[in-house]
């Protein structure tokens, strides 16, 4: 791997068990459970070209490059995030397979064309933005948690645009917006087929939805896979989790 220079307040650390190291900080937006899920919930294509929306400091996009030998493009509007992944891809000698555009996703058709992209990953923010919005005084934790320089609407339109016919939009976003985002996705004639709802305890409601559709998709035939559970009582990680991010054993 090769030997980066790390800023005072940087870390590095490992993704899952996977030998990817990513570069973090306390200072921004680090990645969480839901990266993981993201990473490892889709089938990827062998090769073509992955985009991955919304992609921090690229967690996504790293623990899915052993998987495939596809290019794999990171989005990131936050300079020092985009920055942060430019580094975490160089510290895994993964130049030739990654790469990563710091700008703004309502400007990504000035760098692919139509229908050109296989699979498209999108970690976005999950939150609405109203007068009762508790907004984190960080900038950084902001933009990565409310929908301040994107939305559904947005990402969806986009995503139609990018992905070949039958290519796949990969998404994790939180349950009680499931409604409103398979209307969303069905207006933009993406079609929801995959779904699966995650839960951190077996007593306790769903708090991340994992949700993968087909663009030019027949309607029907959705598939609701089941519940995946994150903790046992104890807070120790359930025999699914542990194979998530540690493999079989």
Known sequence: ??????????????????????????????????????????????KGQIID????????GLFASSRTKASIIELELQERLAKMAE???????LDEQMSVINDNLNQAMNYFSNSSTDLIFCNPPYF???????????QHYTLARHELATNLDEIFEISKKLLKSNGHLAMVHRPER??????????N?????WIQFVYPKADLPANILLIDAIKDGKPGGEIFLPPLIVH???GSYTKEIEEIYYGKN
């Not at 005072?8 to 570069?23: L, N």
């Not at 929306?53 to 996504?60: E, R």
């Not at 609405?128 to 508790?134: A, F, R």
């Open 128 to 138: 609405k933005v109203g007068e009762d919005s508790h907004l984190n005084e960080s």
């Open 232 to 234: 046992h009582e104890d």
């Open 53 to 60: 929306l919304c992609a921090g400091n690229g967690a996504v």
């Open 87 to 93: 580094r975490s891809i160089s510290l895994n000698g």
């Open 1 to 46: 791997m090769t030997k980066i220079e790390l800023k005072p307040d940087e870390r590095i650390d490992e993704i899952a068990d996977s030998g990817v190291q990513i570069i973090q900080s306390k200072e921004v937006f680090s990645f969480s459970i839901d990266a993981i899920l993201l990473a490892r919930f889709p089938r990827l294509p062998k």
């Open 189 to 193: 004639n993406l079609q929801p087929k």
């Open 178 to 187: 499931f409604f409103e985002i398979v209307d969303k996705m069905r207006a």
